[in-house]
């Protein structure tokens, strides 16, 4: 799939072109950068529940039909805005390798095969007949050789496949093209440069020298049949033995070639026998190699399922083992970029189709290309699909299509795997998070058991905490896959009323069932559930309702649940440190000097839907993935907090989503404020040395520079905000924090009023009104504006809160006094 971002007017012009034409080349996550404790017990959870173990799931999930299913796992194909020119090639940063955890993950869900888009030029940095001089080689590899490192990070994928008893396809994700440098009549390249890391590749300084081959059958063609089938033979070498390999990807969404006769690309006169012909030579030179092994071949045209049979006058190619491969999606122009489901039913047209999108719109789209995969006798593999997550109607859309793939025996792939970080909380992808100290499945999972017969799921309870001024409505929702109702009992330990104490999730996918509390007045009470022993006996953690007529005085009795009901006043976030998992995926407790990447949100900002979770997906498993590492648990004070004292310590980070007219007006992946709203933030740190400088907490958009922060400045607390117009505000403390010492630091902001504070008192003031400014993300730890990250304190943290709105003076020192208890300090 390709990212592609388009303004209103394109798209409008586009759209009549659209309803015949194109599917898929939609759906990426956004631009791509330029460039030891024991677990908390139930009774220590804050007010939603922290859970008591990683329990992501039933037993090994039970799989009715052996159809290969999975999800690509998107990452290591996001490098290429900045390839060739500038620096955005680093691991980690710019591109990511998929985890092995993340392969072990899906298997353990019963996903038994995969798809791993990767970078042509990536893979093999000089095509087989470069004429690139030996200079050039020296920097750049000899022609057609395929990269060490970028080699050895597919070995690792493909490992970790093999260890999990699974497959994965190597997609070659170049849409028919291959960006490269200019080479003189010398075999020079212009301004070329070597980065001040290997990691980095080598670059030019002129963007004038950066070219974008194209296939094509013409005299003069600047990327060969020749060249194709080099680099398949090469492929096809290294891995066709590999036990985790699963075939041969060719091509992904090969699209406006050039017309016949033509060199560069043609946009709506494409000569549709130029792929045709690229493809089965690639065809033949693999079945040189490997007689067996899986070949997956898209067709022209973004490989759009509505045109498979009409746009590729050459299908059927020859050749054993082929499984020609579709994309989908499920908005009016099936590009995977549109999510909000009456704009795109208001658009009045469907791709492929007549009339507007309906509920049979994937199932319609699919058919025409089952029926002409059965008229013809081959295989077929829908590579990409999504389900976007903000409409229970996009869910039956794609429920329906996938029983539909799956019933007549056709492969299935989400879109959008993979641990990059854009991919997290996109509205369409397939990455698990972390809530209430469990994973949390995927949403798009759910109907993909369900179509295959997988029974296997999650339970997890949100629903407010302040009943000060009523009832609260609490939602158990289950994400999966469940063959039979789920029943499940809840009670109070205080006393109060239910609408209902016996729930009822209904069989299949994603299912959820909602009661009504009301508390005794000015009490604090706890809900708990019992199951019919479905799932293990899996249950939502504890949550306490408050119903308090003054928390702060409340206070006296109780600072944490004081705390805690200031924290479900405001709906805020909370992470402590000493919940800390060693991983979001199938993780434990970490303890002393374990990694730490996986804290959920312990207060009141979350929901299945939208969980304020804090992890790290920093990949260092697969061949170099560069200096950036993972803060570990360590004890300060007495109390486990997460070390970030080590060079280019990446924190933890909750990534959202943002509105976008026309595409997703109100997304449910949402931070909990934007910088001009009210908001506060709190953090219990150390630091081990004088002067240290860098980002506590951030509230953020990653592709843009503003950011609101607490930070330390020469070891002096900070808080800052600069809005998008450019406006920047600091206040700074007077005095440094003494190293070893645990301190509290807090910020506060609201329209024409800053705040920072320090152990409760105030440490300094503003009087700005901050421009309109969205956020998409929180960091722990440290920061992320600008495609980049943002250097963090060097510090040890003990826990945060976040939150909108503007508690009093009196609120915040409660909240304060209960996180300096979680480092020890009494304030």
């Not at 791709?351 to 081959?378: F, M």
């Not at 930070?711 to 607390?717: E, H, K, N, S, V």
Request: aromatic share 8%; charged share 10%.
């Amino acid at each position: 799939m390709k990212r592609r971002e388009f303004n209103q007017a394109a798209g409008a012009m586009a759209a009549a072109a659209l309803t015949t034409t194109a599917c898929g080349g939609g759906g990426g996550a956004g631009p791509a950068p330029i460039a030891a404790t024991n677990p908390p017990s139930a009774s220590s959870a804050t007010g939603a529940g922290a859970g008591s173990g990683a329990g992501a799931t039933s037993a090994t999930p039970v799989r009715l039909n052996g159809l290969p299913m999975g999800t690509n796992l998107s990452g290591m194909e996001w490098a290429k805005p900045g390839l060739r020119y500038g620096m955005s090639t680093l691991p980690n940063l710019n591109f990511s390798v998929p985890r092995a955890a993340d392969v072990a993950y899906l298997a353990s869900q019963g996903f038994n095969k995969n798809r791993l888009p990767i970078q042509w030029e990536l893979l093999q940095p000089v095509l087989n007949d470069s004429p690139a001089n030996a200079a050039v080689q020296a920097l750049l590899g000899a022609p057609g050789a395929l990269h060490a490192g970028y080699a050895a990070y597919i070995t690792g994928v493909l490992d970790a496949h093999a260890a999990a008893g699974t497959r994965c396809i190597i997609d070659c994700h170049n849409y028919g093209r291959y960006q490269d440098f200019v080479y003189q009549a010398d075999g020079s390249v212009i301004g070329l440069t070597a980065a001040s890391t290997p990691l980095i590749r080598p670059f030019t300084t002129d963007g004038s020298q950066v070219i974008e081959r194209i296939l094509s059958l013409a005299p003069g063609a600047t990327l060969t049949v020749g060249n194709f089938t080099d680099f398949w033979t090469r492929v096809a070498r290294q891995w066709k033995d590999h036990p985790g390999f699963g075939g041969y990807g060719l091509m992904n969404e090969p699209h406006d070639l050039p017309a016949a006769g033509g060199t560069t690309a043609s946009y709506g006169n494409q000569d549709p026998t130029i792929w045709a012909a690229f493809a089965q030579a690639a065809i033949n030179a693999i079945r040189a190699v490997d007689p067996n092994g899986a070949i997956y071949l898209a067709g022209n045209d973004w490989e759009a399922a509505m045109t498979l049979a009409t746009n590729n006058p050459a299908w059927p190619l020859s050749g054993s083992n082929l499984v020609y491969e579709v994309h989908m999606y499920l908005d009016a122009s099936c590009s995977g970029y549109a999510f909000d489901y009456d704009t795109e039913v208001a658009k009045g047209f469907s791709a492929g189709l007549s009339g507007p999108i309906n509920l049979d719109t994937g199932v319609n789209r699919l058919q025409l290309a089952v029926n002409w995969a059965k008229a013809q006798g081959v295989k077929l593999a829908l590579t990409e699909v999504g389900m976007p997550v903000d409409d229970p109607r996009w869910q039956e859309m794609f429920r329906r299509a996938v029983a539909y793939a799956v019933a007549n025996q056709v492969e299935v792939y989400s879109w959008m795997g993979g641990n990059h970080w854009p991919a997290h909380n996109y509205a369409i992808n397939h990455v698990p998070g972390w809530h209430q100290n469990r994973t949390l499945e995927p949403a798009v999972a759910g109907p993909m058991k369900a179509a295959v017969g997988l029974a296997s799921a999650a339970v997890f309870d949100d629903g407010p905490g302040d009943a000060s001024a009523g009832p609260v409505t609490v939602t158990v929702y289950v994400r999966g896959n469940l063959a039979a109702p789920l029943v499940l009992q809840v009670a109070s330990s205080n006393g109060g009323s239910f609408s209902k104490t016996t729930l009822t999730i209904p069989a299949g996918a994603n299912g959820q069932d909602s009661y009504t509390f009301t508390p005794p007045p000015n009490s604090v009470s706890t809900l708990s559930y019992s199951s019919d022993g479905q799932l293990g006996g899996q249950v939502p953690p504890p949550r306490k309702v408050y119903a308090l007529a003054d928390p702060v005085a409340y206070a006296a009795t109780s600072l944490a649940d004081a705390a805690r009901a200031l924290l479900a006043k405001y709906n805020a976030s909370k992470w402590e440190l000493a919940q800390g998992y060693t991983d979001y995926l199938l993780g434990v407790p970490a303890a002393e000097g374990q990694p730490l990447r996986a804290v959920a949100d312990s207060g009141y900002g979350s929901s299945a839907g939208n969980a304020m979770e804090m992890i790290n997906w920093v990949n260092k498993e697969m061949g170099d993935g560069g200096a950036m590492t993972f803060p570990v648990m360590r004890s300060v004070n007495g109390k486990p907090s997460s070390d970030h004292s080590a060079p280019q310590t990446f924190g933890l980070w909750c990534k959202k989503s943002e509105p976008i007219p026309g595409v997703q007006a109100n997304p449910l992946n949402r931070t909990p404020y934007d910088l001009q709203d009210p908001h506060f933030a709190i953090a219990a740190i150390s630091v081990p040395t004088a002067g240290n400088s860098g980002v506590v907490f951030q509230a953020s958009q990653a592709q843009a520079s503003h950011a609101a922060e607490l930070a330390l400045a020469g070891g002096q607390p900070q808080a800052r905000w600069t809005d998008a117009n450019g406006q920047s505000v600091a206040i700074t403390a007077a005095a440094s924090l003494a190293p070893g010492q645990p301190a509290v630091i807090a910020m506060s902001s609201a329209p024409g009023a800053q705040v920072l504070r320090v152990n409760a008192q105030v440490a300094g003031t503003a009087a700005a009104t901050l421009a309109p400014s969205v956020t998409t993300q929180l960091l722990l730890g440290w920061g992320f504006v600008d495609y980049y990250p943002r250097d963090g304190f060097g510090g040890n943290l003990f826990a945060a809160i976040t939150g909108r709105g503007t508690p009093t003076a009196a609120e915040m020192a409660v909240m304060e006094r209960y996180l300096a208890s979680t480092a020890g300090l009494s304030i």
